[in-house]
């Protein structure tokens, strides 16, 4: 038997033994899946509580449905939190769905010296962004849905930066000496991390020194130079294989 449709809702939504489901998943639930009363779903608040709910009631605006049954899933660690420099045309929102898709639990778009893209409409971007994460989360079974932070400039992000103890920092860079192999296998059982990836062009030697005064380790990923979307895949895939 096939798992019944899964939806993300807000834990405001949830209301004694009953959830009320809103917004675009009513016309997706009954005009695309033609979902019916007594029909079933599965809905996920988002901080890893899972709903498995009966539909008692479908109108134009809403559907009402009853609580069966949940489960919470576990926090899976190491939460990671993905700085990226921000990177010319569309290229920011494949980084986003591929970095939810990999485990990232907070994004954070990045101007840095070398940031060609002139930042306009930033709350429609934050917006479009966070629309890529709820659906990328959804359709890659995720319990959670990473926060979408605000645009920073790299210095203030830097600077205003307060790591848990125990924090791994990451700095991939094209100067990095240190093995980023090296560095992850060094610290088993890592609790956060913060990767930092550079736009087109990469980190200046200012900004790397400035984040290397923080913490963070100049890592190298290998002998090629990689894009920017790409080290952001490479660096996010490279640490599920050592924690997830």
Request: charged share 25%; with cysteine; aromatic share 6%.
């Amino acid at each position: 038997m096939s798992k019944p449709p899964r939806f993300f809702i807000s834990p405001e939504q949830v209301s004694g033994p009953d959830i009320t489901v809103t917004d675009e998943d009513v016309r997706h639930i009954a005009t695309v899946l033609r979902m019916k009363t007594g029909d079933h779903l599965l809905l996920c608040d988002g901080r890893g509580t899972e709903y498995t709910v009966k539909i008692s009631n479908i109108n134009t605006s809403t559907i009402k449905t009853n609580i069966l049954g949940q489960i919470t899933r576990e926090i899976r660690y190491p939460l990671i939190t993905l700085g990226q420099g921000l990177p010319k045309s569309d290229k920011m929102d494949w980084i986003v769905q591929k970095a939810t898709e990999l485990g990232a639990t907070s994004i954070v778009a990045l101007i840095t010296e070398r940031t060609i893209v002139k930042v306009k409409d930033e709350e429609k971007r934050l917006m479009r962004w966070r629309r890529i994460c709820r659906e990328a989360a959804m359709q890659s079974n995720r319990a959670d849905i990473p926060k979408v932070e605000g645009i920073q400039t790299f210095k203030d992000y830097i600077q205003t930066l307060a790591p848990r103890p125990g924090t791994l920092l990451l700095l991939p860079w094209e100067e990095g000496t240190e093995s980023i192999k090296g560095v992850l296998r060094g610290r088993p059982g890592v609790k956060n991390i913060v990767v930092l990836i550079g736009p087109e062009g990469g980190f200046s030697a200012a900004e790397a020194a400035l984040a290397q005064e923080k913490g963070f380790h100049a890592v190298s990923l290998g002998p090629n130079i990689l894009r920017a979307e790409t080290a952001a895949v490479a660096v996010l895939g490279m640490i599920g294989y050592e924690y997830l």
